[in-house]
């Protein structure tokens, strides 16, 4: 079965880790997206990646890192720098990188800080 | 830069009644549109897209949406509502510059049996 797989589902940090959460996906697509959802903000571009060894910032970068070391795989860090992680991460991916092409959801994790 | 509303939080709908989900976009441009269906806990399906041509657009699940350019809305319709259909909406813009799409904050539609 072709698609995107988050993991964990749910993951819990104390204040002061960095913790990483994973993206993985066997579409073949060139393009890979990380989301932040918060209750009635919709979804917030955190990172993106058109290609391999390439990404860029989206409108919330400050306090995460990503990295694409593989066409399939996209991790995104939250650092400790984030000042409220608490959230739900959500993966996604586009075959070309175009705006007119569908984006594909993972099922997303849910990240709580304790 | 772009932007998405969607005026609607919480929307309540009967069993079988009519449904119309707002959406209003800003973009100089002639936008993508796009309208997805998140269940609880769940990552986003897509419902249904727009690029051009026919501006009433089918989607899955008996959705339909129209592209009003004069009014800068992408609004989401279904004639019959069913208890399914209970979830959280979003409605979003792509830039054809390339690579992004901006979301509303989404309505969250529940269904009274």
């Known amino acids: 079965d072709g698609g995107i797989t988050q993991s964990p589902k749910y993951l819990f940090r104390k204040e002061g880790q960095n913790v990483t959460l994973s993206c993985e996906q066997n579409l073949n697509h060139d393009a890979m997206y990380w989301y932040r959802q918060d209750p009635g903000q919709g979804l917030r571009l955190i990172y993106y990646s058109q290609i391999v060894n390439d990404f860029q910032k989206g409108d919330i970068a400050e306090g995460y890192s990503v990295s694409r070391e593989k066409k399939e795989s996209f991790p995104l860090t939250v650092t400790s720098a984030q000042k409220n992680p608490t959230a739900f991460y959500l993966c996604?991916?586009?075959?070309?990188?175009?705006?007119?092409?569908?984006?594909?959801f993972g099922p997303g994790t849910r990240l709580t800080v304790l | 830069a772009q932007s998405v509303t969607q005026p609607d939080i919480h929307i309540t709908v009967s069993e079988g009644a009519s449904l119309e989900l707002r959406c209003n976009y800003s973009?100089?441009?002639?936008?993508?549109l796009f309208w997805y269906v998140q269940s609880p806990g769940q990552g986003l399906q897509l419902l249904l897209k727009?690029?051009?041509?026919?501006?009433l657009v089918q989607g899955i699940k008996g959705f339909e949406a129209e592209f009003k350019r004069s009014q800068s809305s992408f609004n989401l319709r279904k004639p019959s509502v069913h208890w399914s259909d209970a979830a959280e909406y979003f409605c979003a813009v792509g830039n054809n510059a390339g690579n992004m799409l901006t979301f509303g904050g989404g309505t969250r539609l529940m269904v009274k049996p």
């Open positions: 973009y100089g441009a002639t936008p993508y």
């Open positions: 996604a991916s586009n075959p070309s990188g175009r705006a007119y092409n569908e984006q594909f």
């Open positions: 727009y690029f051009s041509g026919d501006t």
